[in-house]
């Protein structure tokens, strides 16, 4: 009787689970995208809008889910960087208008 009711419980459990899935899959899949560009946007407004040194805007975009390359090419003031299977870009366009993704 109890094992019965533990089963039902999950089973209930996992369909909630694969409802919610199901109705977020929009957002879930644009997750790994998100991940990448924020990082590569926020470091470069920090690195080049506001002229912060690189180690303190590397721990300023530091985030729980970890990215697998960064490259900041000065010279160009376009930062690359790639988590999650994605890769993004940002790169400084002029005092005006600052980092922009491209």
Known sequence: MRR???LTLALALLIALLG??????VALRSFPDIISAYTAK?????RYVMEQPADYCRG???QSV???????TPEAKRVTVSGLGRSS??????????CRLE
């Open 66 to 72: 970890p990215i697998s390359d960064f490259l900041d």
């Open 42 to 46: 926020e470091y470069c407004s920090c």
């Open 20 to 25: 919610w899935i199901w109705l977020e899959r």
């Open 4 to 6: 019965k009711l533990l």
């Open 89 to 98: 870009s940002a790169r400084w366009m002029g005092a005006r208008q600052g």
């Open 60 to 62: 300023y975009v530091k």
